[in-house]
Each structure stands twice: as C-alpha cells, then as structure tokens.
C-alpha cells in the first residue's frame, strides 16, 4: 500500500490542523493506520492507530483527549485532527500501514508515508 501524508504546516499554540494519510494500491478496509512522529533531534513516537474495524488505540498520552483518528473507506483516507496544539507536538508526522486484525504499535507497521511536518510556534 502507498501512503501518502498532507496537511502539515505552522500553526500557533492552542491551534488546530488537520493531517490526512491518502492511501493507494489497495482497498483500505482491511488495513490498520497509525500516525508515527519524530521531534527534531528525537526518536520516533507511536500516537494512535485506528483498526479496520474504526476502534482507535492512543499509545502517547500526551495525544489523549487532544488528537483524534478517524477513517474514510470510501476515500481511501484517514485523518488525524490535532486540536489544543502545543510547541512539543512540533515534529515530522507519519503515517503508516498494515493489514492486521485490530492495532499494534505503528512504528512497526510495515508501510509508510513520506511524513509531513507540523510546527507548532508563535
């Protein structure tokens, strides 16, 4: 599956943005999407996956309560909305794949997306 992820930008504290993670090659349905980033200077972090079956698993707690995962079959795209921004949310945003029953870490999944970078400054 080829991914590919947008919507990346500036935005200021306490702002919102949207990322979208279009997917090609495949039908979407069977597959779980994650959202991976990497801070500047930082290791990767795993945020949340959504199953197949629309279940959505938070692995940073940090994204809890402030970022939601939610998916377009039809679209073949799945959308994180990151609400309350703050500076330490600034990083490269992936998306990734893998055709799994329910979720798992998203770092391990075994498609990516190019990553699109989110800076969160004032």
């Known amino acids: 599956v080829q991914l590919q992820a947008s919507g990346g930008g500036l935005v200021q504290p306490g702002g919102s943005l949207r990322l979208s993670c279009a997917a090609s090659?495949?039908?979407?349905?069977?597959?779980?999407i994650g959202w991976v980033r990497q801070a500047p200077g930082k290791g990767r972090e795993d945020i949340l996956c959504?199953?197949?079956?629309?279940?959505?698993?938070y692995y940073a707690d940090s994204a809890k309560g402030r970022f939601v995962i939610a998916r377009d079959n039809a679209k073949k795209t799945v959308y994180l909305n990151m609400n309350r921004l703050k500076p330490e949310d600034t990083a490269v945003y992936y998306c990734?794949?893998?055709?799994?029953?329910?979720?798992?870490?998203?770092?391990?999944?075994?498609?990516w997306g190019q990553g699109t970078l989110v800076t969160v400054s004032s």
């Open positions: 090659g495949v039908t979407l349905d069977d597959y779980a």
């Open positions: 959504i199953s197949s079956s629309d279940s959505a698993f």
């Open positions: 990734t794949a893998d055709r799994i029953d329910g979720c798992s870490h998203p770092g391990f999944f075994s498609s």
